[in-house]
C-alpha cells in the first residue's frame, strides 16, 4: 500500500532539515482565521517546521505560492473563489517543488483518490491535525505519501477496485514511462512531479510487484497492455 503512516522522530526531524539547509517552510491555507490560527500554534512548536505565510482563498494561495515558493502547501480541499483540486493540478505543474498536504473534514476515499492523482502528496483529516499533520509534513518534504488511517482503508479498497495490482494511477503512469525507457528525471518533467517524488513511486511500483529489475517492469507493462496507450 503506497500509503503509510509516517510517525515523527528526532531523526526525520535532523533529515529534513539537513535537505532544505533550514526549517521546513510551510504556506497554511485555509478559509476560516480560527483554523488558520489553530494550525500556526500547532506547527510553531515544531523546531522544523515555519510557517512563512497563510492564504485564505484559492487566488491567494496561487499567489503565495509562486511568491514564498514554500516547501509544503498545507491545503484545505474546500477553498472559496476555486476549485482546491484544480488548484493542486496547477501548482504541480507550475511549481513542482512545493509538495502539498490536504486537509480536510472530508473522510471519503474518493476525494482523498482525487487529491493525490491530482498531485497532492498528503490527506489529512482536520480532526486529526494535532497528532498527524506534522508527520504529513515532514512525509511530503521527502516526496513520501500520507493519508490518514481512518482513510487508508476505503482508500486501499477503491484502488485494488480499481487496479487489481493496488498500484494508484499515478504509481501505474510512472510504470509505463519507466518501461518505455525514461529516466527519473525525465518522468518528473513529463508528470510535473519532483524527482524524489518519482523516485518513491518507483520504489512503490518494484515493492508491490514484487519485481526488482526494470527488464521485469517493462514485461509486466507489456501483459497489462500499457505500452499499447502509446501509438
Known sequence: MTAKLHLASATLDE???ARTGSAIRVIIAD????????????????ADVEVIAEAADVSSVTRKVQHHLPHVLVLDLQMPNGSSIETIRMLRDRIPETEIVVLTMD??????????????????LKDRSDSELPAAIRAAVHGREYVSPQVEIGLEALRRAVNGDGLSPRETEVLRLI???????????MLHLSRRTVETHRSHVHRKLGLKTRAELVQYALRR???QQTV
Open 179 to 189: 518501461a518505455l525507457g525514461h529516466t527519473s528525471a525525465e518522468i518528473g518533467r
Open 225 to 227: 497492455g500499457l505500452l
Open 15 to 17: 533529515d529534513a532539515a
Open 31 to 46: 478559509d476560516h482565521t480560527g483554523v488558520r490560527r489553530s494550525l500556526r500554534l500547532l506547527l510553531d512548536r515544531e
Open 107 to 124: 473522510i471519503s476515499p474518493a476525494f482523498a483518490q482525487a487529491a493525490l492523482s491530482a498531485g497532492a502528496t498528503g490527506f489529512v
